[in-house]
Structure formats: structure tokens, C-alpha cells
């Protein structure tokens, strides 16, 4: 079975500059995640999805982060203008089930964005 | 607000001694506590847990969790240097909205 695939792996840019990244959760996986993991911390929750539609965003940065999952299947993740703190490894996650039958996380490889 | 707090965050042992890290939580609606270890890249899956005082096992891991007591610890015996790790502690709620991760704690191994 094929894992959460994510790209790219790296990625080094300015502040001000945009960036997006791309997740391809595991095949029936419904729900997906975006997380932003900053060195020496735990994983923060950016996004979530089930299929196409937003369970929560709450702590997406929205005017300056936005992400998609327009067929339910793959997503992306844009920044636009980025700033110094954003750099981090960008962690997608997917799941099986949706709301008590959500089972684990199982996650992609990361996208590690530095920011100069 | 949910919240996962980790302990230690740091911790460096030697080749054959045995671990104990430790999580507690405060969560509206607990539904389960998972483990992941954290290596250069995805964490990977150790454990799930659900009910109280029933032990998960695989290997030289085992952990366990208090669900009165809000907590749980992980158990590595014997440790090699592949146990070197990040090992993050996570909770879902019980509408499996989402998983609020801890710090995690940081484990070298030595030889």
C-alpha cells in the first residue's frame, strides 16, 4: 500500500515570496491534515479536511496561508508572502474513518521550508 | 483548550537501560492517546490507547494509560541506539476532529 506522498522535500526561498506544497493522502484515506512542525516542537494543526469540505481551520494563518482539496482526494498548501517564521517542515496526514471512526494518523515524509 | 504536555523533554541514557516517558493531557471528550516515533522524517505509529490499565506491547515498547489520572507513559527496555528518536504523545477527542500534539521528547541512545 502506497504511503502519504508529499512534495517537494525541500524548499528554500525568501521572505515575501510564495511557496506551495502537495499531498497525496493514502487511497480511501477521508480525511486529511496539514500540520506545521517547527524545529523543537510538536506538530500544530493547520487544516483539516474530509473529503473536500473544511473541518477545521482555526489555526490557519488565512492571510497568508490557504490550501485546497478540491476533489477529495489530493491537496495543496500555499504560502503567500512568506515570513522568517515560517519555516518548518510541513507535515500532511491522512486517516481511514471520519469523526469517532478516525483511527491513527499516517503521515507523509514532510516538506521542509526555509524561509531566508 | 486542549493540551499535551511531555516529560522529559530531553533525555540521554546509555545502550541496555530501560526509559520511562511520560504524558498527560487535558482534553474535552477523550476518545484515545497515540504514540509516534519521530526519526529524521514521518513519525511512524507505536501505540493507540483507549482504555485504562490495559497495556500495549510490541517488542521492548509497551505503554500504558490512567484515563482518572490523565496520563500516560511509554516504556522502552533495553534500548539500542535506533531508539533514537523524537517520541511524540498526541490525543483525539472523541468527535475525532483532530489529534493535539505534545512537544515530544527527545531520546539519545549512547553506545
Given at each position: 500500500?502506497?504511503?502519504?506522498?508529499?512534495?517537494p522535500r525541500y524548499k528554500i526561498i525568501e521572505k515575501r515570496q510564495s511557496v506551495a506544497f502537495w499531498c497525496n493522502p493514502i487511497s480511501g484515506h477521508a480525511t486529511l491534515y496539514w500540520y506545521q512542525q517547527i524545529l523543537g516542537q510538536g506538530p500544530k494543526l493547520l487544516i483539516q479536511f474530509q473529503n473536500n469540505g473544511v473541518v477545521d481551520d482555526s489555526q490557519l494563518p488565512k492571510d497568508r496561508?490557504?490550501?485546497?482539496?478540491?476533489?477529495?482526494?489530493?491537496?495543496?498548501?500555499?504560502?503567500?508572502?512568506?515570513?522568517?517564521?515560517?519555516?518548518?517542515?510541513?507535515?500532511?496526514?491522512?486517516?481511514?474513518?471520519?469523526?469517532?471512526?478516525?483511527?491513527?494518523?499516517?503521515?507523509?515524509?514532510?516538506?521542509?521550508?526555509?524561509?531566508? | 483548550?486542549?493540551?499535551?504536555?511531555?516529560?522529559?523533554?530531553?533525555?540521554?541514557?546509555?545502550?541496555?537501560?530501560?526509559?520511562?516517558?511520560?504524558?498527560?493531557?487535558?482534553?474535552?471528550?477523550?476518545?484515545?492517546?497515540?504514540?509516534?516515533?519521530?526519526?529524521?522524517?514521518?513519525?511512524?505509529?507505536?501505540?493507540?490507547?483507549?482504555?485504562?490499565?490495559?497495556?500495549?506491547?510490541?517488542?521492548?515498547?509497551?505503554?500504558?494509560?490512567?484515563?482518572?489520572?490523565?496520563?500516560?507513559?511509554?516504556?522502552?527496555?533495553?534500548?539500542?541506539?535506533?531508539?533514537?528518536?523524537?517520541?511524540?504523545?498526541?490525543?483525539?477527542?472523541?468527535?475525532?476532529?483532530?489529534?493535539?500534539?505534545?512537544?515530544?521528547?527527545?531520546?539519545?541512545?549512547?553506545?
Amino acid at each position: 500500500e502506497a504511503g502519504v506522498a508529499q512534495s517537494p522535500r525541500y524548499k528554500i526561498i525568501e521572505k515575501r515570496q510564495s511557496v506551495a506544497f502537495w499531498c497525496n493522502p493514502i487511497s480511501g484515506h477521508a480525511t486529511l491534515y496539514w500540520y506545521q512542525q517547527i524545529l523543537g516542537q510538536g506538530p500544530k494543526l493547520l487544516i483539516q479536511f474530509q473529503n473536500n469540505g473544511v473541518v477545521d481551520d482555526s489555526q490557519l494563518p488565512k492571510d497568508r496561508f490557504s490550501a485546497e482539496r478540491l476533489k477529495g482526494v489530493d491537496s495543496t498548501l500555499k504560502i503567500q508572502p512568506a515570513k522568517l517564521e515560517d519555516s518548518a517542515v510541513y507535515l500532511c496526514a491522512s486517516s481511514l474513518g471520519t469523526g469517532a471512526n478516525t483511527g491513527e494518523l499516517f503521515f507523509g515524509e514532510g516538506s521542509r521550508l526555509t524561509v531566508l | 483548550e486542549d493540551k499535551v504536555v511531555q516529560s522529559p523533554l530531553s533525555l540521554v541514557v546509555h545502550e541496555g537501560d530501560t526509559v520511562t516517558l511520560n504524558c498527560s493531557y487535558e482534553v474535552t471528550n477523550f476518545r484515545s492517546l497515540l504514540w509516534y516515533k519521530q526519526e529524521k522524517k514521518a513519525p511512524t505509529f507505536l501505540f493507540m490507547l483507549t482504555s485504562s490499565g490495559i497495556e500495549k506491547k510490541s517488542g521492548r515498547l509497551s505503554s500504558i494509560l490512567d484515563k482518572k489520572e490523565l496520563f500516560s507513559i511509554l516504556n522502552i527496555t533495553a534500548t539500542q541506539t535506533g531508539d533514537s528518536a523524537i517520541y511524540l504523545c498526541a490525543v483525539n477527542d472523541n468527535y475525532g476532529q483532530n489529534f493535539v500534539f505534545g512537544p515530544g521528547t527527545r531520546l539519545s541512545v549512547l553506545p
